[in-house]
């Protein structure tokens, strides 16, 4: 019986520690937002976190949206000529790719890399003594290492966002005119018909937390990393973990949420 | 100030890590413009000491005062302003090795606004001559030196905003016989010259006689011992001269045995 109810009592301590240290986390943002607006700033430590983010992901993230995209296209054309609607490949296109999977695809590749550098960056100094030391050095850790990158990630992927946008639907378009016999301007003119302002920005409101939650959890697991490399290493694994399944799970809060009318 | 106030005093400071009571009742008074060497066994809550000191772990239990003035539970603000006095050379140098040896040294100055950044490689220079390191060492990145460079570096860097109070640990562990008498020197210059508090922890007998005016031994979370470091070895206290003189046999050797 015991052996049978330890699932559950795993999950309740699962949910609990979920609770306790979502409080924490919370403080912990609030404190690093705190810094953002008292001086000194940390302008080049942002454009340097700024930078890392947006530009070292461009690749993968331009490369996860035109195949997306390209798969859109083909997926929804095979779906929709059950219905002879094959007309709306294009809008089924960029729709999915603004409101869903440009920022969700692009949150999870930035995941991957972001959190787990940030995890391991910060990890590392915590195990070094390094975040002591700046305290040490009239410097506030916070203010200096996380402020900085949360900054960073909130205003870098709505960015990448907009890139992936483009090339999703461009991918989309690419399989439409070369694959599937629609002409370019028509593809396009379908495309942009029913496209509204508030598609687009809904995905880059998305882009902008997804892109806030991965810095702060990266931030969060390397701050609080502890017991040498091991520590850091786990530190690195749970802030994609984290980051992912929030991701996802924000998306769906996020959605509910923007598109409730 | 009153004269006989002291630099810093440590009063019943007390600090467990889950069950492991490291600092059982810490009762120290440190004088002002003096050199403190405090001695102990390894794992005996040396550097846990100094960390307390700095705010950077919060003690269970006890009174910090530096000045006079009670520091263990200061706001944000007024904890950043105090630390602005002190140095601290971390037992593993602690660099940060996103920046050039030359950011790591200015790092406070330039924190604090007190030097341009181009003025900041000249002083850096200047500092790292100090501690014996040639000014190219600036450009390095911390991962390009060796260990007892890097302690170096951290002098430096713990000195060069010249603080009230400089904590040292173990300033001249991995260094070669030379450059430890060297850096005894510096520290005790830094004593001399800027006037300052110093606090070192030292295995190194001949050292701790050198850069100290007082020593203090640490020993199970307690300090047994305090005199002057120039009778260490034989200043009467068994444990501590058995301590001092690196013997097997003795006080300390028996409650091993226990
Ligand atoms: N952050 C920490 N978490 C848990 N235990 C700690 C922590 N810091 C120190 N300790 C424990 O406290 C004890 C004292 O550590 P401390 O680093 O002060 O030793 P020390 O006297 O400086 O020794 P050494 O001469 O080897 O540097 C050790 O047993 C260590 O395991
Ligand atoms: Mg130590």
Known sequence: ?????????????????????????ALFAAEAISHLVRPPFYGRLFLKAFIEIAWFSLPVVALTAVFTGMVLALQSYTGFARFNAEGAVANVVVLSITRELGPVLAGLMVAGRIGAAFAAEIGTMRVTDQIDALSTLSTNPMKYLVAPRLLAGTLALPLLVIVADTLGVMGGWLIGTQQLGFGSGAYLKATFDFLQVADVVSGLIKAAVFGFVIALMGCWSGYHSGGGAQGVGRATTSAVVASSILILALDYVLTAVLFSR | MSQDTPKIRLKGLRKAFGPKQVLDGVDLDIRAGHSMVILGGSGSGKSVTLKCILGLIPPDEGLIEIDGRDVSRLS?????????????????????????????????????????????????????????????VGDLSPAELSGGMQKRVGLARAIAAEP??????????????????????????????????????????????????????????????????????????????????????GPIQMELRK
Not at chain 2, 126 to 134: D, K, N
Not at chain 2, 208 to 225: E, F, S, V
């Open chain 2, 164 to 249: 009230d109070i400089i904590f040292f640990d173990e300033p001249t562990t991995g260094l070669d016989p030379i450059m430890g008498a060297v850096i005894d020197g510096l520290i005790v210059d830094c004593v001399k010259r800027l006037g300052a508090t110093a606090v070192s922890i030292t295995h190194d007998m001949a050292s701790a006689r050198r850069i100290g005016d007082d020593a203090a031994m640490i020993h199970r979370g307690q300090i047994i011992w305090r005199g002057a470091a120039a009778s260490l070895g034989e200043t009467g206290n068994a444990m501590v001269d058995q301590f001092a003189r690196g013997e097997r046999e």
């Open chain 2, 76 to 136: 944000r603000a007024e904890r950043e302003a105090v630390n602005d006095r002190i140095g601290m050379l971390f037992q593993n140098g602690a660099l940060f090795d996103s920046l050039p040896v030359w950011e790591n040294v200015c790092f406070k100055l330039l924190a604090q606004r007190r030097i341009s950044r181009a003025k900041a490689r000249d002083k850096a220079a200047e500092v790292l001559a100090q501690v014996g390191l040639a000014s190219s």
């Open chain 1, 1 to 25: 019986m015991d052996r049978i109810l330890d699932p559950v009592a795993a999950i309740g301590r699962a949910v609990i520690a979920l609770l306790r240290g979502t409080g924490a986390i």
